[in-house]
T-cell receptor, first 116, second 118 residues
Framework: DAGVTQSPTHLIKTRGQQVTLRCSPK?????VSWYQQALGQGPQFIFQ???????QRGNFPDRFSGHQFPNYSSELNVNALLLGDSALYLC???????????????FGQGTRLTVV | AQKITQTQPGMFVQEKEAVTLDCTYD???????LFWYKQPSSGEMIFLIY??????QNATEGRYSLNFQKARKSANLVISASQLGDSAMYFC???????????????FGKGTLLTVNP
């Protein structure tokens, strides 16, 4: 059973460029969340997608946008990259509603984005 | 205000000994969940243990146990019989009930770097 997969694993972009990160959730999971983890910090919630809609959003600017596809996979897009966007971007998936609030989130290995 | 506080940036423990990693939290939501995740240098967050706010007993999962003190708003992780492979970053996280549906937002602490010495 494949877990959460993210691509690419590493990425180097130039300031001002745009980037797209991809995530496939764990089999059977329909909700995808994205997190940004700066060096030496805990992950920060960016947003969550369920039924192809953004359901919750953290304190991130509109330069951060996303999408969820009918097969539950998701993309994170960041426009007008800043040096401060350099971080590990983690995708997490969770199961169907009704499985209980103790359902843990399963994380991918992350995409390490470097903006130069 | 920080919702999750991990006051130990780094901890050292001898192999085979027990270690406690501290976590305090702040919420006004009566229904919440507390999680501990392990993050090795590879980057993936690995789920360790969960404690619900209404759970009467402290959670245990193998060598991991959670010392849940609700009145003190603390949820410390205890790792027994430490192994060299336990060396990693450990994050405490909280999920508040919030709105219904597929709400699933985790708030993380800054983490504790655990080093297990042989």
């Amino acid at each position: 059973d494949a877990g959460v997969t993210q691509s690419p694993t590493h990425l180097i972009k130039t300031r001002g460029q745009q980037v797209t990160l991809r995530c496939s959730p764990k089999s059977g999971h329909d909700t995808v969340s994205w997190y940004q983890q700066a060096l030496g910090q805990g992950p920060q919630f960016i947003f969550q997608y369920y039924e192809e809609e953004e359901r919750q959003r953290g304190n991130f600017p509109d330069r951060f946008s996303g999408h969820q596809f009918p097969n539950y996979s998701s993309e994170l897009n960041v426009n007008a990259l800043l040096l401060g966007d350099s971080a590990l971007y983690l995708c997490a998936s969770t199961g169907l509603p009704g499985q209980g609030s103790n359902t843990e989130a399963f994380f991918g290995q992350g995409t390490r984005l470097t903006v130069v | 205000a920080q919702k999750i506080t991990q006051t130990q940036p780094g901890m050292f423990v001898q192999e085979k000994e027990a270690v406690t990693l501290d976590c305090t939290y702040d919420t006004s939501d009566p229904s919440y969940g507390l999680f501990w995740y392990k993050q090795p240098s590879s980057g993936e967050m690995i789920f360790l243990i969960y404690q619900g706010s209404y759970d009467q007993q402290n959670a245990t999962e193998g060598r991991y146990s959670l010392n849940f003190q609700k009145a003190r708003k603390s949820a410390n992780l205890v790792i027994s019989a430490s192994q060299l492979g336990d060396s990693a970053m450990y994050f405490c996280a909280m999920r508040e009930s919030g709105s219904g549906g597929s709400n699933y937002k985790l708030t993380f602490g800054k983490g504790t770097l655990l080093t297990v010495n042989p």
